[in-house]
């Protein structure tokens, strides 16, 4: 079976970390990029950070940008986020998401075809 | 802007036809995906590219671009379309990702 399994979320102090790990299965997890999205409660999708197929880039959002890295281990089919200096507006449930790529008569685009179930992460203050 | 820009919340009658809209700069450029989020549950991708459908989604849902705005149109809503409704893109620097504010559909 495709899937995406995050672990890695709970409770955490303000100005703590957190590490998240997603185990990918079902397909060959070096061929595609993969991303963090995230959703605070009540709110909408917020894209957070991603990662090229063999782990050389990565690129985040502003407003984690300073704080998080993002990595793989192709070997172990697993993606992570490392967020540090943790913020309350951090809280949010935390999905791994892959980036399918198509091509369609001349023109190449691509989509999140495949979501977590999302682990969720709570910052206390 | 480097912003999608949609509609908080639209209704529809069961049967009918509606339309969910995403505004954005990046949408001259880029196609925009579209995601569906019941709640309690992980978004599903439902369009992609210039109007494709995953296997499994039903073809009442489908889309279109022109200029700066992207369309999700769902032709006979049924009562199992009730949702939220996301559309995403690339920025217009290709360097980050972008999700509109999402669209609560009411199925009347």
């Given amino acids: 079976e495709v899937r995406l399994v995050e672990s890695g979320g709970g409770l955490l102090p303000a100005g703590g970390s957190l590490r998240l790990s997603c185990a990918a299965s079902g ?30 880039r990565t690129n985040s959002a502003d407003s984690v940008k300073d704080r998080c890295a993002t ?3 192709n070997a ?12 309350v507006e951090d809280t949010a449930v935390y999905y791994c998401v892959r980036l399918r790529s198509y091509y369609d008569r001349g023109v190449y685009f691509d989509a999140f075809d495949l979501w977590g179930q999302g ?7 | 802007s480097s912003e999608l820009t949609q509609d908080p919340a639209v209704s529809v ?14 949408l001259r450029t880029y196609y925009a995906s579209w995601y569906q989020q019941k709640p309690g549950q992980a978004p599903v991708l439902v369009i992609f590219g210039k109007s494709h459908r995953p296997s ?15 369309s999700l149109t769902i032709t006979g809503a049924q009562a199992e379309d009730e949702a939220d409704y996301f559309c995403n893109s690339q920025d217009s620097s290709a360097n980050h990702v972008l999700f509109g504010g999402g669209t609560k559909l009411t199925v009347l």
């Fill in chain 2, 13 to 26: 009658a069961l049967g009918q036809t509606v339309t969910i809209t995403c505004q954005g700069d990046s």
């Fill in chain 1, 71 to 73: 990595s793989r281990d």
């Fill in chain 1, 76 to 87: 172990r089919n697993t993606l992570y986020l490392q967020v540090n200096s943790l913020r």
């Fill in chain 2, 56 to 70: 499994g989604i039903p073809d009442r849902f489908s889309g279109s671009s022109s200029g700066t705005t992207a």
């Fill in chain 1, 119 to 125: 682990t969720m992460v709570t910052v206390s203050s």
């Fill in chain 1, 27 to 56: 397909f060959t997890f070096s061929n595609y990029w993969m991303h963090w999205v995230r959703q605070a409660p009540g709110k909408g999708l917020v894209w957070v950070s991603r990662i090229n197929s063999d782990g050389s």
